[in-house]
């Protein structure tokens, strides 16, 4: 090296911002004044080298480590692109490095400026690879659309420093502003141990997971879940119309952790009405949220119209509760009753090993149901306490010779549930249950089931007891009947019941209509029940010709006394009827219809106490082909299931005008 070139080296390693001035005056001293234009790009070279020289630094300070650890903060979007014919999108973002996923984020609907605000970490071991950024918009049934995308460049971050980054997205040769995404992230250097220690519990992880399907029957069969969520899906108010004629054909899931349940669609109606009951697991490790998501049902891709939230940690256990939840965007509403129930263990309000009876508390029931409250609270007519101990020689479900049985009570719409003892045919269940009593000649209905793998309880018995029949504070067997109650089912079942009510509230209530039972048994296509409701309104023809045959008879004077009869009854309606008869008639009717509407209202089922004011990840992408197979195959079910509707309501028409002739002619 020339000691010209080492002195330019040593003014490289000085301090630079002295190194400008120092070439510019050598420069004018020693050379011309054409040479000392091509001097002057000198400082530029000179301040290249710098950033040269930091970029250096910081890759020899990184490589210094083997594995990291990338904390981000997925904070929001601003200004995302349209990409649904709504003017909106559906967008959710993945972080991949090379070609591997390493996070995706859930969908925010319907918004141009989501809010995801999720943190998570991504492993690192090479960090100077970027990491890939992407933005999708949502879309059921086809290919989500791209909505731009950006890099992470790694090797620009500060180690242990929480790093503000303002992703501008974009897409290759489009100069189009798609918007940016907003996110902190902090890069962290781990040890090798660390790292060892990092890739024996992502080994670990994916043999859990390749096991997910043994574990969860291991769950089910040993009773890890903690409650039952039993939901009563009621109906839908006010949804929003996607279909070109003004309607949709709605259909409602529901997901809590990893279990789901489907409703079936209700074609062309924007107040659907499912009246379908189903039964969710809780698990302490999963999430308590429960995820509600209404979709529009079409032939190729269904349109999502509404998503709500539920958390069920805010929600009363052992007690149904009424719930109208709205959808976000005022998308309308969805009705349902849910009830926790079916906990285990000695902690629990409900187990009868650490039940003690409160003499205090007693006596403010029997002070708040009594005579003097009798016009305070009209729809809360009483109190009662149901002891379910245990059953015995319960019918065998199973390949082995037993079951595994658990017991459900019912009062009206209110609905509790036990604990599952498994492989039994003689379970202790040691519950104990309240319900809220708003009709006195209201049935407490307990049924026995047995507990499968597929969640398809099967019928083992039943028992129906009115409340009106309850022996208070005997403990009594009950034999088990079959669904119908009409014959004997194998086994009895042991329990206890306790009964206060007001009784000027309970004859109050006596008058008016019953509460509606919204759980019913589905109405099916019978053939036999068919040919009885066209004997039903053949017969209502015949007595409706007789009775024209009888009038053509005092017509004719085939009878004197018949004919002179209905002279005088003719004589007589028409001495003594006046036209304003007529409107006072139909004025009553009115009137008999508006008390019977106010009845109901006052005595509604629903409390608004009881009403409670209270985001669906998306699920994984189906295979096209397979998907296809999978509509064809529904199609056909579908079909058959409208036609079987048909039958239904002709039967149900014949039904009703079978039913109206037969009140008429009595």
């Excluded at 999502?304 to 309308?332: C, N, P, Q, W, Y």
Aim: one cysteine or more; a neutral charge.
């Amino acid at each position: 090296m020339t000691t010209s070139e080492e002195w330019i080296e040593n003014l490289l390693v000085g301090p630079l911002h002295n190194v400008t001035k120092r070439l510019q005056t050598l420069v004018k001293q020693r050379s011309s004044e054409s040479d000392a234009a091509v001097w002057d790009e000198i400082p530029v070279l000179i301040e290249t080298g710098d950033q040269d020289t930091s970029i250096r630094q910081r890759r020899h300070e990184l490589m210094q480590h083997s594995f990291f650890h990338l904390d981000v903060w997925l904070k929001e979007g601003k200004d995302l692109v349209v990409r649904d014919s709504s003017g909106t999108s559906d967008p959710y973002v993945k972080f991949k490095i090379g070609n591997k996923q390493y996070y995706k984020s859930r969908t925010v609907y319907k918004n141009l400026n989501p809010k995801w605000d999720e943190k998570f970490t991504i492993p690192i071991e090479d960090v100077f690879k970027p990491v890939s950024v992407k933005c999708y918009d949502y879309d059921r049934g086809v290919s989500d659309d791209r909505m731009g995308a950006a890099e992470i460049d790694l090797s620009m971050l500060n180690l242990n420093s929480p790093t503000e980054l303002k992703l501008e997205l974009k897409e290759k040769k489009d100069d189009e502003y798609m918007g940016y995404i907003l996110l902190q992230c902090t890069l962290v250097p781990k040890s090798g141990e660390e790292k060892e220690q990092f890739q024996q519990s992502r080994t670990t992880t994916i043999r859990k997971s390749a096991g997910s399907l043994e574990s969860q029957a291991r769950k089910l069969k040993m009773q890890i879940w903690s409650g039952i969520v039993n939901i009563v899906l009621v109906e839908g108010q006010n949804l929003m119309a996607m279909d070109d004629n003004g309607l949709s054909d709605p259909y409602v899931k529901f997901r809590l952790g990893q279990e789901k349940y489907k409703s079936k669609h209700k074609y062309k109606t924007l107040n659907p009405r499912w009246l379908e009951q189903f039964s969710l697991r809780i698990f302490d490790d999963q999430s308590q949220t429960l995820e509600i998501s209404v979709y529009d049902h079409d032939l190729r891709s269904d349109d999502f119209m509404g998503r709500a939230t539920i958390d069920l940690s805010e929600i009363e256990k052992e007690r149904t509760h009424t719930i109208v939840k709205d959808l976000e965007d005022g998308a309308g509403t969805i009705k349902l009753l849910l009830t926790i129930s079916g906990t285990q263990g000695a902690e629990t309000i409900t187990d009868l090993v650490n039940y003690t009876t409160n003499t205090k508390e007693r006596d403010d029931l029997y002070r708040s149901y009594g005579i003097i409250n009798s016009f305070k609270n009209l729809k809360d007519i009483g109190w009662l306490q149901v002891k379910v101990i245990r059953a015995q020689g319960l019918l065998a479900a199973d390949i082995g010779g037993k079951s595994d049985p658990f017991c459900v009570l019912e009062l009206v719409n209110a609905r509790l549930q036990t604990q599952t003892e498994y492989k039994t045919l003689n379970p202790e269940w040691n519950k104990v249950f309240t319900f809220n009593v708003k009709d006195i000649h209201s049935v407490l209905e307990v049924t026995v089931f047995d507990e499968d793998r597929d969640k398809k309880a099967e019928f083992l018995g039943k028992v129906a007891i009115p409340i009106l029949l309850m022996k208070r504070g005997l403990r009594r067997w009950y034999a088990l009947k079959d669904k119908k109650l009409l014959g004997r089912s194998k086994g009895a079942i042991l329990v206890e019941m306790d009964f206060i009510y007001n009784p000027v509230k309970a004859a109050i209530r006596t008058v008016n209509p019953r509460e509606e039972k919204y759980m019913q048994p589905d109405p099916k296509f019978k053939i036999s029940l068919m040919k009885r409701n066209i004997n039903r309104v053949t017969q209502i023809i015949s007595s409706i010709m007789e009775v024209g045959k009888f009038l053509q008879s005092c017509f004719e004077w085939e009878s004197k006394a018949r004919s002179i009869t209905a002279f005088t009854v003719f004589l007589i309606i028409t001495w003594f009827f006046e036209p304003y008869m007529l409107p006072v008639t139909l004025l009553l009717l009115f009137l008999k219809n508006y008390l019977i509407k106010s009845a109901k209202e006052a005595f509604s089922v629903e409390s608004k106490e009881e009403v409670v004011s209270v985001d669906e990840e998306e699920d994984d992408e189906d295979d096209d082909a397979a998907k296809q197979k999978k509509d064809e195959k529904k199609s056909v079910r579908e079909k058959f299931q409208a036609a079987q509707e048909v039958c239904l309501q002709v039967q149900q028409g014949m039904d009703m005008v079978a039913s109206l002739g037969e009140r008429i002619k009595k």
